[in-house]
């Protein structure tokens, strides 16, 4: 997994999926849906610090630049 231009790498996304190929295959299944990915993508791993920083940078620098407001709902990169 490399993703250029953006600071995260393979540590900083969520990788406690129990299914073989790491997507929710059950959505009656709560710990997948909580732990595994929607239609292939990624979470950030909302647990690191650096993570939870990179993101407080990144609504920081909206504000810097005249942003008036944001909604999180989720975010998908």
Excluded: H
């Amino acid at each position: 997994m490399q993703f250029s231009g953006v600071p995260y790498g393979r540590n900083d996304f969520g990788q406690q999926c129990s299914t073989s190929s790491g997507n929710i295959e059950n959505y009656g299944d709560a710990n997948q849906v909580r732990n595994c990915r929607l239609l292939g993508l990624l979470d950030l791993a909302g647990g690191s610090q650096y993570v939870r920083q990179k993101i407080a940078d990144f609504f920081n620098d909206m504000l810097e630049i005249g942003i008036d407001g944001m909604v999180k709902t989720k975010l998908i990169f």
